[in-house]
């Protein structure tokens, strides 16, 4: 899987996507998002790179994901396969809230 370092000088778009979910479904939850990355994003056009995070407490799943535009990530959403995911995924939950972001700065510990 391509990687493209966090910089505010990358020219990607992220998509960080939190899911709310029950301590219950997590796992399910972290599952479908890995299989929809394996069995569709990873295909789309523009698709850098995906991350599935889940929080300590069971009550969240975020998806971390770069695409390389805007508008390779609205096509995606086109995709027949990718809604049908995305519809298994939002039945899932409780909640989700994917929001595009821009890098604005990045900060690292001293070496």
């Known amino acids: 899987m391509a990687h493209v370092e966090i910089s505010v000088l990358s020219n990607v778009v992220t998509l960080i996507n939190v899911f709310t979910v029950t301590p219950e479904t997590q796992e399910q939850v ?3 998002l890995s299989r929809a990355t394996d069995e569709v994003m990873k295909s789309q056009p523009g698709f850098v790179s995906a991350s599935i ?3 300590l407490d069971g009550r969240k799943v975020a998806n971390y994901a770069q695409w390389r535009s805007r508008e390779h990530f609205e096509v995606m ?3 027949p396969a ?3 995911h995305m519809a298994e995924i ?3 939950v409780e909640r989700f809230e994917p ?3 821009t890098v604005a700065s990045v900060h690292s510990a001293a070496p």
């Open 99 to 101: 929001t595009l972001y």
């Open 77 to 79: 959403l086109q995709n």
């Open 90 to 92: 939002a039945s899932l």
């Open 53 to 55: 995070h889940k929080s």
């Open 82 to 84: 990718a809604k049908q």
């Open 30 to 32: 972290a599952r479908a």
